[in-house]
T-cell receptor, first 114, second 113 residues
Framework: DQQVKQNSPSLSVQEGRISILNCDYT??????FLWYKKYPAEGPTFLIS?????DKNEDGRFTVFLNKSAKHLSLHIVPSQPGDSAVYFC?????????????FGAGTQVVVTP | ETGVTQSPTHLIKTRGQQVTLRCSSQ?????VSWYQQALGQGPQFIFQ???????GRGNFPPRFSGLQFPNYSSELNVNALELDDSALYLC????????????FGEGSRLTVL
């Protein structure tokens, strides 16, 4: 049962433009959401997170938006850079779960072209 | 500050065999989680250890077991390997305080033939 879904397996964007990655979830108990970035042959690295009490969180070029009523979150990268080419995973945790238990989506492969 | 390290990076086993994967947590982290990432999928939670005890488990059979040692290093053991166990196994460490962020190692790529 996939509780976190990333329906776009890939995204191609030009350098300097905005990248928008989407994520949907089904479990209403999720209260914390994270985005991870993964390069080939490396482990995922934390990018940005958002608590369910907020609807937006910014960190430099990265902004995450949360729409609880729609059970939807998105990651905006502005402007996109070639180094942003990676697989991006959306993840969620529930307050009822043990610390460190994250539910991940299948990932979106982002390719930033010059 | 050293990051999370895993060994071995790659290994090949045959069906029915047993495997042990190892992980050294990031300095100062007392919690370790293990994830399985099959090809084309996101990581799936196997279990977590805190203070040497299992502290949460995902939907994996008992032949997946683990240990956490006093120095917070950890092992993942898989018995009676099946073909579907072929995957990237990721170890992640964290602290019980902070943002809940996990710090992942590079993973151990297991191939079961």
């Amino acid at each position: 049962d996939q509780q976190v879904k990333q329906n776009s397996p890939s995204l191609s964007v030009q350098e300097g433009r905005i990248s928008i990655l989407n994520c949907d979830y089904t479990n209403s108990m999720f209260d914390y959401f994270l985005w991870y970035k993964k390069y080939p042959a490396e482990g995922p690295t934390f990018l940005i997170s958002i608590s369910s009490i907020k609807d937006k969180n910014e960190d430099g070029r990265f902004t995450v938006f949360l729409n609880k009523s729609a059970k939807h979150l998105s990651l905006h990268i502005v402007p996109s850079q070639p180094g942003d080419s990676a697989v991006y995973f959306c993840a969620a945790s529930a307050i009822t779960d043990s610390w460190g238990k994250l539910q991940f989506g299948a990932g979106t492969q982002v390719v930033v072209t010059p | 500050e050293t990051g999370v390290t895993q060994s071995p990076t790659h290994l090949i086993k045959t069906r029915g065999q047993q495997v042990t994967l190892r992980c050294s947590s990031q300095s100062g982290h007392n919690t370790v989680s293990w994830y399985q990432q099959a090809l084309g999928q996101g990581p799936q939670f196997i279990f977590q250890y805190y203070r040497e005890e299992e502290n949460g488990r995902g939907n994996f059979p008992p032949r997946f077991s683990g240990l956490q040692f006093p120095n917070y290093s950890s092992e993942l053991n898989v018995n009676a390997l099946e073909l579907d166990d072929s995957a990237l196994y990721l170890c992640a460490s964290s602290s019980q305080v902070g943002t809940g962020e996990l710090f992942f190692g590079e993973g151990s790529r297991l191939t079961v033939l």
